[in-house]
């Protein structure tokens, strides 16, 4: 196919006329992007002869522009940019279906963006996002968090990168996301389901981690980062270079973390710390047919498990050597050692990702191609032999077939699969030895007029599972089990712009997920819950009828949304106690049962940013998740939570982008607690940070410096799995970060 011309043109003042150097213009679809020399003026140097394809242009301080090229006929196009005081939500989403502006688009959509990826500090990429209205995070101290959206976590929520999604053990409490939270460039979360695009397992939403795209043409750039946290001594570093050169591009990413104990307001606790590993690296192509990359990760994390007793003076012991004895009082020495102790865990990921977008006939295919490895060692007693040894290896493939927008109609057909192999390579077992199957088939379907857009789909889903039999110790422990689950599952979605400030959206549908390995087949002691978990192989698939809809409504100086949403899951899956006298080897039993639930809320915002100096931001959260057979509440549901930030945005000569900022998280008592729970009071923290681009010649660098936990307050939030132990949260921890973004050759 033969490329047009370039499309080029100028990014200028709306009011002066002065040319805008720096404006990043980018064509999300086509994984390219180019920024405006000193001039104002930008070019595309190679496109596809045909398409209708969405570009995007942002200059810090003015209003985002979208607009719709057709490369057929167009060959340049200059842009007038608005100033502007107030950040709107993101105008483009790249993670959904199709790349499009966010007004018009049905699904409830939140994005955190680098800036606020660098502006927050976070232990992990789940932390970073847990900010977002509507999303929390259950955790397991400072290295484990696991995404909360809507109340629905483990296997209810999907995580993709690389455009994958993330195959763990998702099932498991202590189980986190094996991410590199420094390479991400903008995360998007939907809330609510997803099952019409990802199939099982997004009945509670989607976290799309997203890569920044490849830099312009003859460019070489990198970046380099660092951040310190002073109360469990967490060391982050981060370094980048990629580059463009004739549409070949590459990229390559080092990351490391190591953390000693946190400390709360009253003691640290000892072997909560963590080191982590990260390696990333992408090749591909940009040409004018599309573009095909190859995406290797590694992800290697060593985590430790504060499983201690405290004696009568709340002093760490470490356990007897023989039943009876006190123990002995743990080492001052231990508690800020960097040497992680047992019980542990050791995760190693490893991921490749072949993802391609063709122009193929008068439509386009978009792939992608990938396999994992998931290994997960537990380690009791010895740091070298595991008790517990998950290996999971996951193929999976992702095809969908754009057709020629037709009448202002964009139709999509897709197919998807995977095939997943997990062994147990130690003598504890927990769940056994399985295979599964998934494939699934979609077809999809929007109209776009001029303030409306209507969308709607169908889906196919089938999972086989089938459990190996096997024994532990000589004893017969799991029965083979072979089971197979199917499901039809549809949407529809509407959106229309009342005007050129408000937005109504709707979305109602069904979602559906079929039970994961450990709900129907685990059985034995779960160490992070210590009681006894008894799988069910009869359990049904979980079906549920969603609705949601929104209101936003902006202007120059103010943003207001609103989202409320309701989810019935026919056939809940969760844990419950069947006999308070069934105990197996000292510990309480739990079987996995089903029950119809509901889960319903609602998240509001409003941004104020009266002049430039001031801006005020309010969100908040609620979430009712109730047992409509027991009429008890659903576990690990989070409380309401209000957040307020005042930052003030002032103009320093011979700085950019300078902040001060001072928040509020007001978290409410949470009494909508399930059996196995207790309530949790209300707590309040107060946070504060400070920022600001110091331009050294032509070279940047970002500082700042951010207090979470102000004054220090002992707490301890409802969805910390620390919680039944007694250990509180971490107490005032004080960030100092320092990004610096490198441009080795080309465009400056």
């Known amino acids: 196919m033969a ?75 200059d842009f007038k940019l608005e100033k502007s005081v107030i950040e709107v939500q993101e105008v483009v989403v790249t993670g959904t279906l199709n790349s499009s502006m966010n007004t018009k688009n049905s699904t409830s959509v939140a994005v955190v963006n680098k800036a606020d990826l660098l502006r927050l500090p976070s232990n992990n990429i789940v932390d970073a996002i847990s900010r977002i209205p509507g999303v929390s995070q259950i955790t397991t101290g400072a290295a484990i968090s696991k995404p909360v959206i809507r109340g629905m976590s483990y296997n209810r929520v999907i995580t993709l990168s690389d455009g994958v999604k993330q195959e763990g053990q998702q099932w498991g409490d202590e189980h986190g996301i094996e991410i590199d939270q420094y390479r991400a460039d903008r995360v998007e979360v939907l809330r609510g389901a997803a099952s019409l695009l990802y199939g099982s397992d997004a009945m509670g939403g989607v976290i799309n981690i997203i890569d920044p795209l490849p830099p312009s043409e003859g460019e070489i750039k990198g970046e380099f980062l660092t951040n310190y946290a002073t109360n ?75 499983e201690f007793e405290r004696n009568e003076s709340g002093q760490f012991i470490l356990e007897p050597e023989e039943e009876g004895e006190e123990g002995t009082v743990m080492s001052p020495s231990l508690y800020k050692t960097r040497n992680l102790f047992t019980p542990l865990q050791d995760i190693r990921h490893y991921k490749a990702a072949l993802n391609s977008y063709v122009l193929l006939g008068e439509g386009k295919l978009r792939s992608t191609i990938a396999f994992q490895n998931n290994q997960r060692r537990e380690l009791e007693e010895s740091e070298t032999d595991p008790s517990l040894f998950f290996d999971l290896k996951t193929y999976s493939y992702d095809l969908k077939y754009y057709f020629k927008e037709l009448n202002s109609w964009e139709r999509v057909i897709g197919v998807s699969g995977a095939f997943q192999n997990n062994k147990n390579k130690a003598e504890e077992l927990l769940v056994p030895d399985y295979d599964s199957y998934d494939l699934g088939a979609f077809a999809y379907a929007k109209k776009n007029w001029t303030n ?18 096997m024994e532990e110790e000589g004893e017969p422990k799991f029965s083979a089990f072979s089971n197979n689950f199917s499901n039809i599952s549809g949407a529809i979605g509407f959106t229309h712009e009342i005007n050129s400030r408000f937005t109504l959206k709707a979305n109602i549908g069904s979602a559906f997920r079929a039970p994961n390995v450990a709900e129907l087949s685990t059985d034995g002691i779960h160490e992070g819950t210590a009681r006894y978990e008894k799988g069910n192989p009869n359990l049904d698939p979980e079906r549920s009828i969603y609705a949601d809809a929104a209101v936003s409504y902006h202007t120059s100086k103010m943003n207001i949304f609103l989202n409320a949403y309701n989810n019935y899951i026919h056939q809940y899956i969760y844990l419950r106690r069947l006999s308070d006298d069934e105990i197996i080897d000292d510990h309480e039993v739990y079987h996995y049962v089903q029950d119809n639930a509901n889960l319903y809320g609602f998240e509001a915002g409003l941004t104020l ?140």
């Open 232 to 306: 469990n001594g967490l060391s982050g570093t981060s370094a980048m270079i990629e580059g463009n050169s004739n549409g070949f591009v590459w990229r390559g990413r080092g990351s490391y973390k190591n953390a000693f104990g946190y400390n709360t307001p009253d003691y640290r606790l000892p072997n909560s710390g963590f080191h982590e590993t990260n390696l990333s690296s992408q090749l591909g192509f940009n040409k004018a047919w599309g573009y095909v990359h190859l995406d290797l990760s590694s992800f290697r994390q060593k985590l430790g498990l504060p």
């Open 452 to 469: 409306t857009t209507f969308n709607a789909g169908l889906r196919f889903d089938y999972r086989n599972i089938d459990g190996k039999q």
């Open 3 to 77: 490329d047009i011309p370039a499309i080029k043109g100028r990014v200028t003042d709306a009011d002066t006329q002065a040319p805008l150097a720096g404006a990043t213009l980018s064509i999300p679809e086509l994984r390219i992007s180019v920024v405006s020399n000193q001039n104002g003026e930008y070019h595309f140097p190679s496109l596809p002869s045909k398409g209708r394809f969405l570009i995007e242009v942002k200059f810090i301080g003015y209003k985002s522009v979208v607009q719709t090229i057709n490369t057929t006929s167009l060959a340049s196009v």
């Open 609 to 748: 940013h009266p002049v430039s100096l001031i801006h005020f931001e309010n969100s908040f959260s609620l979430t009712r998740a109730r047992n409509n057979s027991t009429k008890d509440d659903l576990p690990f549901t989070p409380a309401p939570v209000l957040r307020n930030e005042l930052r003030f945005e002032p103009e320093f000569k011979n700085l950019q982008n300078t902040w001060f900022s001072i928040g509020l998280d007001n978290v409410f008592k949470q009494n909508h607690v399930d059996l196995l729970e207790t309530p949790s009071p209300a707590y309040t923290l107060v946070n504060a940070s400070v920022g600001t681009t110091v331009k050294l010649g032509s070279q940047t660098l970002q500082l700042s410096v951010s207090a979470n936990n102000l004054f220090d307050k002992a707490y301890i939030d409802h969805l910390s799995r620390f919680k039944n132990d007694g250990f509180l949260n971490p107490g005032r921890n004080i960030s100092f970060g320092l990004f610096v973004p490198l441009v080795l050759s080309g465009v400056k």
